[in-house]
């Protein structure tokens, strides 16, 4: 599901009308574990359930993304990288502007075959610690 990067920045689209509220991108996430080879955290989630973006900015990248499985890039206005990785299905693409609370895909599982989202952010290339990143 990834479009061109010729795709004109005029061309991006919002997907919904956001909720500035939240703080994780699923409804009742417990923290599963948060070290190993993974940069953030996996949360529990309901099977099939609606995850959120928890920041506005642009879709940088849909697509399967080696050893993350379907994954979303949400670039901030200010240069914080939100992913949210293991999804079940993926209901953004390249281009679009999202807002705090908009559906960027569905929980997916994980190796066990859990309901689950590995959510991560970034800063200059570098993991941050997501429990810490802005929301809104």
């Avoid at 994954?71 to 293991?86: N, P």
């Avoid at 999804?87 to 997916?108: E, I, N, Q, R």
Wanted: charged share 20%; proline share 4%; aromatic share 8%.
């Amino acid at each position: 599901n990834n479009t061109s990067s010729a795709e004109s920045a005029s061309s991006a689209q919002s997907v919904g009308t956001g909720d500035s509220s939240l703080l994780w991108p699923v409804k009742h996430p417990t923290v599963v574990y948060t070290k190993g080879k993974v940069s953030g955290v996996e949360l529990s989630a309901e099977k099939d359930e609606a995850v959120k973006s928890i920041r506005a900015g642009t879709v940088m990248y849909t697509g399967m993304y080696r050893g993350y499985g379907n994954i979303v890039f949400v670039e901030s206005k200010t240069g914080l990288i939100y992913a949210y990785s293991r999804l079940g299905s993926v209901h953004v693409k390249k281009g679009d502007y999202v807002v705090c609370g908009d559906t960027v895909g569905t929980a997916g599982k994980n190796a066990a075959g859990s309901p689950t989202l590995t959510f991560m952010v970034f800063q200059n290339g570098m993991p941050i610690d997501p429990a810490k990143a802005p929301r809104g």
